[in-house]
């Protein structure tokens, strides 16, 4: 017998009840988007393996070990997109969108993939609602991002506590890079084997360790966010004031580090506790040197990403709609074409309307009705009759504009 099929390993299927939530948080994440101008935006899921390797950087996780890296038939090295910032600036240099006026504000929603250990909230294909502004480097983006990031968290009930930092520019961090490296160094029998292997590469990441002596060694490690010179001081003093202002609370929290090298000045977190070890919902930060690594115009950008996954399973995005529901019973065959047609009007009339198509008795018509959450059955026969669901009462209508002025209200 030929070997059951089933989804790839860490991936899922979206079936119908998850498909509805999931549409409501699309819809409520578009509203809110729009409403502060960022505009709907599309890549390619997969792009040429360099945008990341350049964009996000050689020494992150991301990128030396969970990308689906494969050639195309022509020999190109394509990648699978393992997030959206890199791929948002490749096409921001490749439309030379810095004519446009400034900022780019750009909103997407779709699938992108890490090859990780599967676990509950993390998959190797998930998806992700992004927002990015591109061309100014200007305090009171971040702030706005950060909070609608937070409105859209806060519409999804999920609760959540926000984490805030600032890393600098690249030169303050080159130059803190070196004073973490000599002190890691100075402490490195008491690291984990994997933070003492990447001190050279990446000695930002042993904040992120859960290993108990590299812990132990943080705790006094020297901060990034004693460090930053006064610009970028003064930066985050003012995207610290706009969210103050709108009394948006955070944890001030130097160790933050972010998986992706492309960082400068504000990054930040939200954590649900709701979601145990995969903690993060969404983040981001600035990322002011991203376009020209990648090959276009020195351009300023900000922007985050939010796991659509992991929103929904810490939260209830959409409430129940209020809207009315018809169930189309038919109680005689040769009426199913009335049936039909009253189906129809009623959804002319915005009623989200379904009429009877599986063959059921009046008993299992009722029954499905109750199911389908129906405020109100219509059951065609020789005469046509509108049940109100919440009352119980059935009465026969007089003619259409009647069934529908009842069954609308
Ligand atoms: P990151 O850019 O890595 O911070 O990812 C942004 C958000 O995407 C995270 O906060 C998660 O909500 C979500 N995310 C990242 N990786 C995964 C994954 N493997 N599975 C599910 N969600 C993920």
């Known amino acids: 017998m030929a070997a059951k099929l089933q989804a790839p390993r860490g991936t899922f299927d979206v079936l119908p009840e998850d498909g509805e939530r999931r549409t409501a948080l699309r819809e409520s994440a578009d509203a809110l988007l729009g409403l502060a101008g960022y505009a709907p935006f599309e890549t390619p899921v997969f792009e040429d393996t360099e945008v990341f390797a350049r964009g996000v950087g050689q020494s992150t996780d991301i990128v030396q070990k969970e990308m689906f890296t494969f050639e195309d038939k022509g020999g190109r090295s394509l990648t699978l997109r393992p997030e959206g910032t890199a791929g948002a600036c490749r096409a921001y240099v490749e439309h030379g969108m810095h004519k446009l006026p400034q900022p780019v504000k750009l909103r997407y929603w779709g699938p992108f993939f890490r090859h990780e250990a599967p676990q509950a909230g993390r998959y190797r294909q998930f998806n992700q609602i992004g927002a990015e502004a591109l061309g100014s480097d ?29 890393l600098g520019n690249a030169d303050t961090r080159a130059a803190y890079g070196e004073e973490l490296r000599t002190y890691l160094r100075s402490r490195q029998d008491q690291l984990s084997d994997d933070v003492r292997g990447r001190i050279d590469a990446n000695p930002l990441r042993a904040f992120d360790s859960d290993h108990a002596g590299t812990k132990a060694v943080m705790v006094e490690a020297p901060l990034l966010l004693d460090r930053l010179d006064s610009e970028d001081a003064e930066h985050f003093a003012e995207v610290r004031a706009f969210l103050d202002d709108a009394e948006q609370e955070y944890d001030l929290d130097p160790t933050l580090v972010r998986g992706l090298d492309y960082y400068t000045r504000t990054v930040f977190e939200f954590e649900s506790p709701a979601l145990g070890a995969q903690s993060g919902v969404g983040g981001g930060g600035r990322y002011d040197g991203l376009v020209a690594q990648l090959g276009g115009p020195a351009t300023p950008g900000v922007g985050w990403a939010a796991g659509i996954e992991r929103i929904l399973l810490a ?14 019973a038919v109680t005689d065959a040769d009426q ?3 049936a039909f047609k009253i189906t129809e009007a009623l959804r002319g009339q915005g009623v989200q309307a379904q009429m009877e198509q599986a063959g059921r008795s009046m008993k299992g018509q009722l029954k499905h009705a109750d199911r389908l959450n129906a405020t109100h059955v219509v059951v065609v026969g020789e005469q046509i009759e509108v049940k109100d669901m919440d009352t119980g009462e059935q009465r026969p209508v007089a003619d259409i504009n009647e069934l529908l002025t009842r069954v609308a209200l």
Do not use: K, N
């Open 138 to 166: 200007d305090p009171s983006l971040d702030a706005e991002l950060i909070l609608l990031l937070a409105e859209l968290l806060e519409e999804a009930e999920v609760d959540c506590r926000l984490r805030l930092s600032s």
């Open 315 to 328: 939260g209830s995005p959409g409430g129940e709609l209020a809207l009315p529901v018809a169930y189309v």
């Open 336 to 338: 199913r074409r009335t």
